[in-house]
Antibody, heavy 119, light 106 residues
C-alpha cells in the first residue's frame, strides 16, 4: 500500500531555508504518468499548491512561489524534496507531499508536517 | 490563476439530511474538477475526481455534477463520519487551485 511521509525541521528561522523530504514507500516513484507534489495549508490562505516533480526531473511551480522554491527527486532513494528560501512567518503552514496524476487530482497524501517560521 | 469559490463556507446539518455544496470557477475548467474531504488533524482525502467519479471505497451517497464553471457536491443522507470540511480543486491550468472550503457541522 502506497505511503508518503514528510520529514524535516518543525522550526525554521526567518530568512533561512525550509527543507523537507517526502519518502515514498509501498510503490515506486518511477511511474511515468504521475507527479509528486508539495501542497501547504495555513489558516490564512487555505490549501496552496506549491509545485510538483516528475521522476524524470521535470518540474512545475506555482508562479507565486517560483522564485523561492526548488523541488527535486532522487529515484534511487524513492524520495523527493522541497526547499523554500528566504522564509517569513507567512510560510508557516502544514506541508503535505502528495501523488498527483497528470492534470489530475492528488490521490495520495502524506500525513503532513507543521513548519513554523519563528525566531 | 483560476479562482475557485465555494459556498457556503459552513453549514449546519443533521444526520440523514441532504447537503449540497457549490463550487464556482472564475473561468471554464471543463471537467478538471475534484473534491476532497478533510477531517481535523488529518490530510485531505480525495473523494471524487473529474466532477463525478468516486474514488474507490467512497460511499455512493456522495455525488458530483456540473461542467464549465459551476459544480456541485451532494451528500444524501448525511452520516456521522461525513462531518468534515470539503474542498474543490481545479487542475485545468497551472497552478492547480483550491476553493476556500465548506465546513459541514452539526
Amino acid at each position: 500500500q502506497l505511503q508518503l511521509q514528510e520529514s524535516g525541521p518543525g522550526l525554521v528561522r526567518p530568512s533561512e531555508t525550509l527543507s523537507l523530504t517526502c519518502t515514498v514507500s509501498g510503490g515506486s516513484i518511477n511511474i511515468n504518468s504521475y507527479f509528486w507534489a508539495w501542497i501547504r495549508q495555513s489558516p490564512g490562505k487555505g490549501l496552496e499548491w506549491i509545485g510538483s516533480v516528475h521522476h524524470s526531473g521535470g518540474t512545475y511551480y506555482n508562479p507565486s512561489l517560483k522564485s523561492r522554491v526548488t523541488i527535486s527527486v532522487d529515484t534511487s532513494t524513492n524520495q523527493f524534496y522541497l526547499k523554500v528560501t528566504s522564509v517569513t512567518a507567512a510560510d508557516t503552514a502544514f506541508y503535505y507531499c502528495a501523488k498527483e496524476s497528470g492534470r489530475g487530482p492528488a490521490g495520495f497524501w502524506g500525513q503532513g508536517t507543521l513548519v513554523t517560521v519563528s525566531s | 490563476d483560476i479562482q475557485m469559490t465555494q459556498s457556503p463556507s459552513s453549514l449546519s446539518a443533521s444526520l440523514g439530511d441532504r447537503v449540497t455544496i457549490t463550487c464556482r470557477a472564475s473561468q471554464t475548467i471543463g471537467t478538471f474538477l475534484h473534491w476532497y474531504q478533510q477531517k481535523p488533524g488529518k490530510a485531505p482525502k480525495l473523494l471524487m475526481y473529474s466532477v463525478s467519479t468516486l474514488q474507490s471505497e467512497v460511499p455512493s451517497r456522495f455525488s458530483g455534477s456540473g461542467s464549465g464553471t459551476d459544480f456541485t457536491l451532494m451528500i444524501t443522507s448525511l452520516q456521522p463520519e461525513d462531518f468534515a470540511t470539503y474542498y474543490c480543486q481545479q487542475t485545468y491550468s497551472t497552478p492547480p487551485t483550491f476553493g476556500g472550503g465548506t465546513k459541514v457541522e452539526i
